[in-house]
């Protein structure tokens, strides 16, 4: 087996509040190929955004620590390191885009200078340079009258503008991997599908690896190659975009699946919340996350958390009705409780 | 940008003309009228002085002619000090208090800025506990205190270097506007530091620094591109209020250290009801200030770009 | 993965679990917005503090005069400028009787050429000189510092013109402590000499049995004698340069500066809300032009058109203006609170819950009741708090440049103002009222940091 892309493995990050330490992220593990696109799906507050800022520095520390696990670029550890070999982890190895581009970028400084920031920094290119490849950029992602537009502030752009002058800045060093946090949730619809038609052809191009944080199950489907599914800080389930969305392993992506609109007709009138809400992180539940919501759950859900059980190939779920001793195990999951089986 | 120029210099001319009717009004306002002092001793003086300054005439016509001469520049004649015109005491004395006051704003805006800055950086480490102590110490203290502190350290330094570091009291040289133009802005140098440390410690996360980290920048390129010009926009919009606080408080200072500025003349010509002194001073006051604002505004205009481009 | 297993799967641990009893039970409970503040405010150990310390000046204010029941305007003439802790010790001696400027049988040796006639006390300091070869004249001075080289003798009290011994009684003024008396040869013109004497007496405060009953430091049936000692009136913070206490005169002060410091503000920023509200409520043109004047009110020089406002007020210097610089802040001060609701209120306006409660059928009075009012309310009680330490300011800079309250009536600003004029030799005079007036407004300002922290307002312009 090859060294992946990049390796994330048994990651906890915590942090300091008022009313206590909040467990945010509790033992993480993925890995993504040169190329592939993984999706990381969760609700708000499950730790995927948490996940993700932990492996490039940027939680603030204090409140937040990394208090175990590790995460490896190519086989080597970049938590806490800014460089590997004379190469900049953050924005030339890696590059990130966020959620808000109406705040994620400085509104007094302009689009231009901005994209050429990371270029005068990392590459040593002149201002001139910087500024002219800035330009070339904004045109690739397909900004029009990119020179004129090279010169104006955030406030003259609209939401999708600043996304895709988000992405040219990221790109700017032709990273390996490019981290998108939530990147269309803030833009309406019909912008979200350009946005992301963006990445994708990005992507084919330049050969980079992409991690998709989101809550859209559409923009997974429409995305991804792997799936990870957060809950509470943990991944409960794991695996090819197939494997999760057609042979679902965990109730929590399936309850996800339920509440999520669809166009098919029969389906219409059947979106269905999950009912409860997530546990509270400052004190964890013992047993399973999900259990006090899950309408399968059981004796043991309570009593212990449960591990990650292999469903297939490359598919895991962290669930008990998984595990190789559970009478439920081969039955395809339902939306409902006990009483359907 | 232009538009906004022009619109804040009507606005400013605006104010300044209310400014002058408020203070008409106020001093008109005044129960019994400004010769009823032993100043007038016979009718015929009486009659002589109304007629001097205009105080026959019926208020209406009095106020078109007093608007009039500021229009023209001329705040009159005192009524205490025979034939020296009001024009000659603010020219006189208004020098001073504006050299007192840049000098003190400057104090309060460079160190305000800088040990912002630095409480930011330090937060809740000794840096931070100590500046903020310090703060805390310059925000409740009133400037006489500061004043009469500065002057009581200043007796005692000459003291005991048996000569004279700095004057004590006076004006004339650059060591005699130091410590005073120190102790005028200190409050408001305490005020600066906490607009800016908080200004900083927002922005420092804020979602873009963010995106300054995730690019890779080194700190000090995001302290100084990122942190620094977003965080003194809030400093520079209470600049113009801070000019206004530090040029009144500049009478407490100008009686402690017995420095010949307007503010010392203002006082004492309300405490001799010199009538034409006190409206001639606050409008001109009032005018300065005024411009002080504006000019500030547009020094905003100019640095942030979403002022300046619209 | 990470969790390893620790026992035996049994069947029954597949068993189902009982129904969903906690699925909303893992919440925490849930807190009322003002509670939630109560308990942040109470967590913030230096907003506590301040807490209590404004309810000690309340109680200083209130209480105090009940329980320290000394005149603030009686002058304690043996007592002038008296330091906290000073020696209230005072001898009883004879009344005072003339002298003939002879050597009393029991009087001290001379030294040198300069001597005393009798025993030094407050009563009178009695110098005998003999002559100095080659003087016309002397000239006697008295300083209350050591003579240095640099010659400084003090303060001349007398000029005699004849060359032989003289004598002088200094009854000048004199409190306890050690005098410096320097005789000067005087040539024929009168002019300074370089020949000079200095003489260092110890002078104690003495005190006759008359002044003792008067001032009735002492039980009426205490029998008295000369060479006993009395206590004079105890002052805990000592004196002022008319023999006033200064703890009674912080206390009268403290009434006035807070009263001022809390009504005016209490008065303005209820304008302020009045105003801010009525123009957010009403809108259009007519909210334009209200604001527009707020505006220009802000604009007018504050402490100028306070100055202004004593001016119109018909306060000379000397009276009292408590009541006229309230009326002035009031007058000037409204605006920023005005400003402040009437943003609140227009942002309340917009939010989704305000359109909700409409689309429900909520009337007005019941939008203002149970939205607009307690969510304009934590910004409110925020702009009071810090309304409170600006008054103080302005009362203390007004009654310090003699245009606020005057004497008699004390304030810790006329207090200040007093006090600087004896700052060098008596540095508790200033210190004391400015103390007090530091803490009140590091109190209030502290008080406001938590309550804003507290109630999560928002407010840049007052930080």
């Known amino acids: 087996m090859t060294t992946p892309l990049l390796q994330v493995s048994d990651l906890h990050v915590e942090f300091d509040t008022y009313g206590g330490t909040v467990k945010a992220v509790r033992g993480v593990d993925f890995s993504i190929e040169a190329g592939r696109t993984l999706a990381i799906v969760g609700e708000s507050g499950c730790g995927k955004s948490v996940t993700v800022q932990a492996m490039m520095g940027l939680i603030p520390m204090p409140p937040g620590r990394i208090t175990r696990g590790e995460a490896r670029l190519r086989g080597e550890n970049i938590l ?47 201002q001139a340079q910087a500024r002219a490849r800035a330009v070339a950029l904004l045109d690739m992602v397909r900004i029009p009258e990119a020179s004129r537009r090279a010169r104006q502030y955030p406030f003259e752009f609209s939401g999708g503008m600043l996304q895709r002058a988000m992405i040219a800045m990221a790109i700017s060093c032709k990273p390996t991997l490019l981290i998108a946090d939530e990147p269309t949730t803030a833009l309406d619809v019909t912008i979200q599908a350009q946005i ?10 330049t050969g980079m690896a992409l991690i998709l944080i989101t809550h859209d199950l559409g923009v997974v489907a429409r995305m991804a190659d792997e799936v990870a599914v957060m809950y ?26 339920a509440a999520m609109p669809s166009n098919d007709p029969e389906r219409q009138h059947e979106l269905r919340p999950i009912e409860g809400s997530p546990p509270d992180l400052f004190s964890p539940p013992v047993g399973c996350a999900y259990a006090a919501r899950c309408p399968h759950s059981m004796q043991i859900c309570r009593q212990q958390p449960a591990g990650l059980f292999g469903v297939g190939e490359a598919h895991l779920a962290r669930c008990w009705l998984q595990h190789p001793a559970s009478p439920h195990r081969p039955a395809g999951l339902t939306l409902g409780g006990h009483g359907h089986e | ?48 002085l109304e007629e001097r300054y205009g105080l026959n005439k019926p208020i209406l016509e009095q106020y078109v002619l007093y608007i009039g001469s500021f229009l023209k520049g001329d705040f009159g004649i005192s009524f205490t000090q025979r034939n020296r015109q009001v024009n000659d005491i603010i020219r006189e004395h208004f020098p001073v208090s504006a050299t007192l006051g840049i000098l003190a704003v400057t104090f309060a805006a460079l160190g305000g800025v800088l040990f912002g800055a630095l409480t930011a950086l330090y937060r809740n480490r000794l840096p931070d506990t100590i500046i903020m102590f310090l703060v805390i110490l310059g925000i409740s203290v009133p400037s006489f205190v500061f004043a009469a502190l500065g002057q ?139 411009t002080m604002v504006i000019l500030v505004d547009l020094l905003y205009g100019w640095i942030d770009p979403r002022v300046r481009v619209q | 993965m990470s969790n390893v297993m620790n026992r035996e799967l049994q069947p029954q641990d597949f068993a189902p679990a009982l129904a969903l009893e906690d699925a909303h039970g893992l919440m925490r409970p849930s807190r009322s917005y003002w509670q939630d503040a109560w308990w942040r405010l109470r967590r913030n150990r230096r907003a506590l503090l301040s807490l209590w310390i404004v309810l000690g000046l309340l109680a200083f204010a209130l209480l105090g005069p009940a329980l320290w029941r000394v005149d603030p305007a009686r002058q304690d003439i043996d007592q002038i400028s008296q330091a906290p802790g000073a020696d209230r010790s005072a001898i009883i001696v004879a009344p005072y009787q003339p002298w003939n400027g002879l050597a009393m049988a029991d009087a001290p040796m001379q030294t040198g050429v300069l001597g005393l006639g009798d025993a030094p006390s407050s009563q009178a300091v009695r110098v005998l000189w003999d002559a100095l070869p080659g003087a016309s004249g002397y000239r006697l001075y008295r300083n209350n510092y050591p003579i240095d080289e640099e010659g400084a003798f003090g303060l001349p009290i007398v000029d005699v013109m004849a060359s032989g011994g003289g004598h002088y009684e200094d009854r000048l003024n004199l409190r306890p402590g050690t005098y410096y008396y320097t005789l000067v040869a005087l040539d024929e013109f009168g002019g300074l000499t370089q020949r000079f004497e200095t003489l260092t007496v110890e002078v104690p405060r003495v005190i006759t049995v008359e002044e003792v009953r008067q001032r009735a ?30 703890l009674a005169r912080l206390m009268s002060g403290a009434r006035v500066s807070l009263f001022i410091g809390i009504v005016a503000p209490l008065l303005y920023v209820l304008l302020g809300v009045v105003y801010g509200s009525a123009a957010g409520f009403v809108g259009g043109r007519l909210d334009q032009v209200m604001m527009r004047f707020a505006d ?143 803490l009140t407004v590091l109190a209030f300002n502290l008080l406001g940091d938590g309550l804003r922290d507290a109630l999560d307002v928002r407010m840049r312009s007052l930080e």
């Open chain 3, 217 to 246: 430091l002492v039980p009426d049936n205490q029998e008295l004698a000369p060479g006993d000692t009395v206590y004079l009136a105890f002052h805990p913070l000592g004196t002022d340069y008319l023999g006033r206490d200064v």
């Open chain 1, 80 to 126: 806490g390191v800014s460089s590997l070999g004379g190469r900049e982890v953050r924005g030339a190895e890696i590059g990130m885009i966020f959620q808000d581009p109406m705040s994620s970028l400085n509104p007094t400084m302009s689009i231009g200078d901005q994209i050429a920031e990371p270029l005068i920094v990392h590459r040593g290119y002149s």
């Open chain 1, 196 to 205: 992301l038609d963006l990445l994708r052809d990005l992507q084919n191009e």
């Open chain 2, 1 to 48: 940008m232009w538009q906004y120029t022009l619109k804040r210099i009507f606005q400013g001319i605006i104010t300044i003309w209310f400014i002058a009717t408020a203070t008409f009004v106020a001093m008109h306002s005044v129960p019994g009228d400004p010769l009823s002092s032993e100043r007038a001793t016979t009718p015929a003086i009486r009659a002589n």
């Open chain 2, 152 to 290: 009581l350290l200043l007796v005692n330094i000459n003291n005991l270097l048996g000569f004279s570091l700095l004057p004590v009291a006076g004006w004339g040289t650059v060591g005699h506007m130091l410590i005073p133009a120190l102790v005028l802005g200190m409050s408001t140098m305490a005020y600066v530091t906490r607009l800016m440390r908080s200004s900083m410690l927002e922005i420092i996360h804020s979602d873009y620094i963010r995106t300054a980290k995730a690019k890779g920048l080194p700190a000090a390129r995001i302290f100084t591109r990122h942190e620094l010009r977003n965080a003194i926009l809030p400093v520079v919009t209470v600049l113009g209020p801070a000019i206004a606080t530090i040029t009144t408080g500049g009478f407490v200072v100008e009686l402690v250290f017995a420095i010949p500025g307007l503010g010392r003349f203002f006082v004492q010509a309300v405490q001799q009801l010199d009538y034409t002194v006190i409206m001639g001073t606050t409008v001109f006051y009032g005018a300065f200030l005024v």
């Open chain 1, 232 to 257: 509470a800080g943990r991944i409960v389930e794991y695996g090819s975009v197939e494997d999760v969305f057609y042979r679902s392993s965990h109730p929590y992506t399936v309850g996800l699946k």
């Open chain 3, 296 to 438: 220009f009110v802000v604009a007018l020089p504050f402490l100028l058109f306070m100055i202004l406002f004593q001016v119109v007020f018909g306060l000379g210097p000397g009276q009292s203006g408590i009541i006229p610089m309230m009326v002035a802040l009031v007058l000037l001060q409204w605006p920023a609170t005005a400003r402040l609701v009437r943003g609140q209120i227009l942002q309340i306006r917009q939010e989704a819950y305000i359109s909700a409660s409409r689309l429900l059928g909520a009337r007005t009075w019941y939008l203002v009741l149970r939205h607009m009012i307690p969510n304009t309310l934590g910004v409110v009680l925020v702009t009071l708090t810090f309304a409170v330490p600006n008054a103080i300011f302005t009362e203390a800079f007004l009654s310090f440049i003699g245009m606020g309250v005057a004497p008699p009536t004390a304030s810790w600003g006329s207090m200040s103002n007093e006090g600087l004029a004896t700052m060098l030799t008596h540095p508790h005079e200033l210190m004391f009222p400015a103390i007090f007036i530091s």
